[in-house]
């Protein structure tokens, strides 16, 4: 939220803010969202600190893989953390710690 305020505000870049918009309110996303955020919070990891989103539909990225999370997993980009459907991984499926380019499906 501190990231798209910035960039709202300081650079005129609303693009931040609507997708931060939309995560919130996809009910994919955020059920993607709340099983992520209670795994940092139990491991104290102050994930509010951090970018974290969930993968952007259409839009392929590097990340490199941190972890499958049921049907969902975690993967760390060049500026966050990202969630992504664990059917959007490649086959066979990357080691933790692999660097991958994910091409994200869709948000359902």
């Given amino acids: ?3 798209a305020s910035v960039a709202a505000n300081d650079y005129g870049d609303n693009s931040l803010m609507r997708r931060m918009f939309d995560q919130i309110s996809t009910p994919a996303r955020v ?3 709340l ?4 795994f940092f919070e139990a491991q104290g990891f102050p994930w509010n600190d951090h970018y974290l989103s969930t993968a952007e539909p ?3 990225v590097e990340v490199t893989f941190a972890g499958p999370a049921g049907q969902h997993f975690m ?3 060049g500026s966050g953390i ?6 959007d991984l490649p086959s066979p499926r990357p080691k933790r710690g692999e660097v991958f380019i994910l091409n994200p499906s869709s948000c359902g």
């Fill in 1 to 3: 939220m501190i990231q």
């Fill in 31 to 33: 059920a993607a969202f």
């Fill in 82 to 87: 990202l969630i992504g459907k664990a059917s």
């Fill in 58 to 60: 259409g839009q392929s």
């Fill in 35 to 38: 099983p992520a955020v209670e």
């Fill in 75 to 77: 993967a760390r980009t």
